[in-house]
């Protein structure tokens, strides 16, 4: 079925289609009859969507900013979960991992061997040489935004010191790997060169994702890969680059008492970084800076 020139664009702006996606659509086509993987519309959020998650990322940055403020030596992860809890809600948004899946608390809090999904606890009191991960993700009108930082406590180890920096720069490596029209394996395959330069592995089957109407959404963002492969990066594309970085090996281990936690199979360091970002017509934006 298709959409005539001067119907209204299936994205939902309320404009025609000729003046909205028609072109994008050809351009899809072009590369679906070479063979390319290409986003379905499904996939693709319009001016609206966009503007409403900018909108929801800045209270997740404002959040992160005051974790960043505020988190200190004899702290507990129960404590930011508290921060997170109030700031979040006394800005007329939600937490959304809040009874997510039955998850119990408002963020995810990963202590040095934890790789991710660690939940706060009154119990766990960060500790001087302790690198800790602060995810947050926020819903605001609706919409979701999704990002994390890494904590150092106090002065830490050169291991710990290098896990927070090769992390951080596979994110970054990750996000420069964007282009619109490029592939999403040529994410993968820039995160993974820069773990490796390094001797660091990365976590697979845990990954990043589409986001923005729910948590998680399609596609699935792996963070190992092959540049040139995958599915085709559009514009109003929306998802989270968020690699998981280990000193070891890239293996790991859910807690089996409480089901969420993550840890390293060989109990070393692991660090991540997450940001939110939108492919454009000419790059990206970060929605979460
Ligand atoms: N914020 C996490 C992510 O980056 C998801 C947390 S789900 C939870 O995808 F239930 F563990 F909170
Ligand atoms: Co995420
Ligand atoms: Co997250």
């Not at 935004?145 to 994110?171: N, W």
């Not at 969420?260 to 939110?276: F, I, M, N, P, R």
Request: hydrophobic letters at 35%; glycine letters at 10%; one cysteine or more.
């Amino acid at each position: 079925m298709k959409l005539g020139k001067n119907e209204l664009c299936w994205c939902g702006s309320g404009k025609k289609y000729k003046k909205c996606h028609l072109d994008f659509d050809e351009r899809l086509e072009e590369l679906r009859l070479k063979g390319c993987l290409v986003p379905p519309h499904s996939m693709i959020k319009n001016q609206q969507q966009i503007d409403a998650i900018r909108e929801s990322g800045i209270i997740n940055t404002a959040l992160l900013d005051e974790v960043t403020k505020t988190i200190h030596e004899g702290m507990s992860t129960e404590e930011i979960d508290d921060l997170v809890y109030e700031f979040t809600m006394s800005h007329g948004a939600t937490p959304a991992p809040l009874g997510y899946e039955g998850f119990p608390k408002s963020c995810c809090t990963s202590v040095n061997n934890e790789v991710c999904h660690g939940i706060p606890s009154r119990n766990v009191v960060l500790r001087e040489g302790d690198i800790v991960n602060v995810d947050v993700t926020t819903i605001y009108h609706g919409y979701f935004s999704d990002a994390s930082r890494m904590f150092c406590i106090g002065k830490i180890s050169e291991e710990a010191e290098k896990i927070v920096r090769v992390a951080k720069e596979c994110l970054e490596a990750g996000i420069s790997a964007v282009r619109p029209w490029g592939h999403l394996g040529d994410i993968g395959a820039a995160i993974q060169a820069r773990a490796e330069q390094d001797g660091c592995s990365i976590v697979r089957d845990i990954g990043g994702h589409g986001v923005g109407i729910e948590m998680h959404e399609d596609p699935y963002v792996c963070h190992v890969g092959e540049a040139g492969t995958g599915l085709i990066l559009a514009p109003g594309m929306v998802f989270t680059i968020e690699p998981m970085v280990n000193l070891g090996t890239q293996k790991f281990f859910i807690d089996k008492k409480n089901g969420w936690t993550v840890y390293t199979k060989d109990g070393k360091l692991s660090a991540q970084w997450e940001h939110t970002l939108v492919v454009t017509e000419t790059g990206i934006e970060i929605l979460t800076h």
